[in-house]
């Protein structure tokens, strides 16, 4: 058996910048779009003994990297104890022997492809000329999306809500000093996306924080914090209003993100509605119709998205 190589965090942000992440993620979603991958339906089960989440992904994306398996937890209360709400691990497997190769720290790969994987959807979703961001969420996986964002806009101002008072100051001022753009937090959320063209919810809200009515002409919104059947970050109306609604896929959504359910079960939706982001990056269907449509990205995360960037970070070690 090959020695089992150990990635710690640092290591995968040595190995990983955000560019070769959002080479991954495009990678994956379109592989996913074109049938080429091995995905089963991941797992997610509310624990019977406190409000958190455990979960498993399997997955493969191509015959010469072998299969991944994550697992890992949600914890809600995480940000108040000064740690990140998903705790996880990834082991790959050699793709000839199945022999584990790879113990991967998941908490940092999920936090660099989630949000890697949105400014994917933003570039190929939003107005060439959007140059705000409203978020709503302050953790890591808020921080993470401006960064990222900033890499595919050239972002002029950022507004920043949660709840928490002193956790938005501090990642307005932490953003702030290490990209050189004006992150300002704010104590509304309405503040904070209202007039922007580009919105992300990073957030575990179980009921709405973001009002349709609240959104500008024109803007995406991205949300990655319903990825639970009673996790709802956007509203009906967000759904309703949306000229289109683009999610990572089709299936998984229908039956994992919040709004989709709903809406879904509401009449709003139908499965053959949701545009898969796979298919808007090979060009095969259209995001954005029109530049005043309000176009909506559900991401609850797949597990082809972590053997993407797992792999990434295994072969980096390799060079």
């Not at 994956?28 to 049938?35: D, E, K, M, N, V």
């Not at 949000?115 to 953790?139: M, N, Q």
């Not at 683009?246 to 994992?256: F, I, Q, R, S, Y």
């Not at 269907?285 to 530049?291: D, N, P, Q, S």
């Amino acid at each position: 058996m090959p020695d089992l190589r150990h990635l710690t965090e640092d290591d995968i942000h040595r190995l990983l910048d955000l560019d070769t992440v959002a080479r991954s993620q495009r990678e994956a979603f379109i592989a996913l779009w074109r049938g080429t991958v091995d995905l089963p339906a991941k797992i997610m089960h509310a624990s019977r003994f406190d409000d958190s989440v455990m979960f498993g992904y399997l997955a493969r994306m191509s015959a010469d990297t072998g299969a991944i398996a994550k697992i890992g937890s949600v914890n809600p209360r995480n940000p108040s104890r000064g740690l990140p709400s998903i705790s996880a691990l990834v082991i790959a497997f050699d793709p000839t022997t199945g022999s584990p190769v790879a113990l991967l720290d998941g908490t940092a790969l999920t936090t660099l492809r989630t949000a890697a994987g949105s400014a994917v959807a933003i570039d190929a979703l939003a107005v060439a000329d959007a140059d705000s961001l409203g978020v709503l969420g302050s953790g890591v996986q808020a921080r993470a999306h401006v960064r990222a964002i900033a890499r595919v806009r050239s972002l002029r101002t950022v507004a920043l809500w949660s709840p928490d008072t002193e956790r938005r100051a501090r990642a307005a001022a932490e953003l702030t000093a290490e990209l050189g753009i004006p992150v300002r937090a704010v104590d509304e959320p309405r503040a904070a996306v209202a007039g922007m063209p580009i919105v992300a919810t990073c957030t575990l809200a179980t009921t709405p924080v973001l009002e349709g009515s609240w959104l500008a002409s024109g803007c995406t919104v991205v949300s990655i914090g319903s990825f639970e059947p009673d996790r709802t970050e956007v509203d009906a109306q967000t759904i309703r209003g949306a000229a289109t609604v683009v999610v990572d896929d089709p299936d998984t959504a229908a039956g994992h993100a919040g709004p989709i359910v709903t809406a879904i079960a509401a009449g709003i939706l139908a499965v053959d509605d949701l545009v898969p982001l796979g298919a808007v990056l090979s060009g095969d269907r259209i995001g954005r119709k029109a530049e005043d449509d309000i176009v909506f990205y559900n991401s609850v995360g797949l597990g082809i998205q972590d053997a993407a960037v797992a792999w990434a970070a295994v072969n980096g070690t390799a060079r």
